[in-house]
């Protein structure tokens, strides 16, 4: 206990140097300026991740995988935590098939999931689970090692809102999409151009979801019954010479960014006719919920340039290769 007394004479006299330099200390003079207190907080806690080394692990009640969690992190707010279930349900299903289908490339020695590792987490408004960092170790009999670092946050959904001016004939092809510039900090961008999207809620509607979004964000009201799913109806699944699908139950939807995240997007469409002269009202328009820090703006750009327009989006990309295909096979 000696020993930490010349530590704790010194600090407060270190933290208010600190404190009286940080206009001249390159790295400090961003850093709040209230107190020495607030100066010690920022270097402590710098990120709102909650990151922890007490761990704490219990075995999987469905898959018998030893689970390990960190500090803060409970059992009940894991399994309760709906991409986390749906995430480990689907690979464990996946990795099923490798012994029922003799074709399954790795029939012969089949991965198995060892363990998983939560490293960090997220909570949406101070107390539900948002997001999780895990590592997930996937083996097979000769210690070969599938990539399992994952940021778990849960499916979205993308919608495709076509406007046709109200005097066109039947068979226009005169027709317009809407689309959201908004800031987006992951991407370094105060201006992503994308088509309107939002996370879909624990219990999972999907339709429900994408109107809500619509309104929220488009100024729309939409009924979730007058929208159709265009993943769905493209039927992606791939087939075994058996019949069975190959990606066991994987979601009829596009993933972003499968080699890192557990995120999914059904993109869903939804078309109508609009007066002509209210179409560059759309234009320009300030739209979306500010109290969840939403602004967006909307931007009214023809059908045919929209894989140009939302180059950078992977849904605007998706729409458009699902809305051209279906509509060759005569399904639109």
């Not at 999780?132 to 996937?138: D, R, S």
């Not at 265009?230 to 066991?248: H, I, R, V, W, Y």
Request: aromatic letters at 8%.
């Amino acid at each position: 206990m000696r020993g930490w007394i010349p530590v704790l004479f010194i600090m407060p006299i270190f933290l208010a140097a600190l404190y009286q330099s940080r206009n001249t200390i390159p790295f400090l003079h961003r850093w709040p300026s209230s107190s020495p207190a607030v100066l010690l907080n920022s270097l402590i806690s710098p990120f709102n991740t909650r990151i922890h080394r007490t761990m704490s692990t219990f075995n999987h009640p469905d898959y018998a995988v030893p689970v390990t969690l960190p500090e803060g992190l409970s059992q009940e707010q894991l399994l309760g935590f709906h991409p986390f279930r749906s995430w480990i349900s689907t690979l464990e299903n996946s990795l099923s098939l490798q012994a029922q289908n003799l074709s399954h490339p790795f029939h012969k020695d089949p991965y198995v999931l060892r363990s998983v590792t939560i490293q960090s987490f997220d909570l949406f408004g101070g107390k539900r689970l948002g997001f999780l960092k895990l590592v997930a170790e996937v083996t097979n009999g000769a210690g070969e090692k599938l990539p399992g670092s994952i940021f778990l946050r849960g499916p979205s959904v993308a919608m495709l809102v076509i406007l046709i001016p109200d005097d066109a004939p039947a068979d226009t092809d005169e027709r317009y999409v809407l689309l959201t510039v908004q800031p987006r900090v992951p991407a370094g961008s105060l201006e992503f151009v994308e088509l309107p999207a939002g996370m879909v809620d624990e219990e999972g509607e999907f339709a429900g979801t994408a109107a809500n979004e619509i309104e929220e964000e488009l100024g729309l009201k939409i009924p979730a019954s007058e929208l159709k799913c265009l993943s769905e109806m493209a039927d992606m699944s791939p087939k075994f010479e058996n019949g069975k699908t190959q990606d066991g139950n994987l979601p009829q939807a596009m993933y972003p960014s499968a080699g890192g995240c557990d995120e999914y997007i059904p993109i869903y469409m939804h078309e109508r006719r609009v007066p002509r002269d209210t179409l560059n009202d759309w234009s320009g328009r300030l739209t979306g919920l500010r109290e969840h820090g939403e602004k967006i703006t909307l931007k009214l750009i023809k059908m045919q340039d929209l894989w140009r327009e939302g180059a950078r989006d992977a849904k605007s990309l998706a729409a458009v290769a699902l809305w051209e295909g279906l509509r060759r096979e005569g399904k639109l």
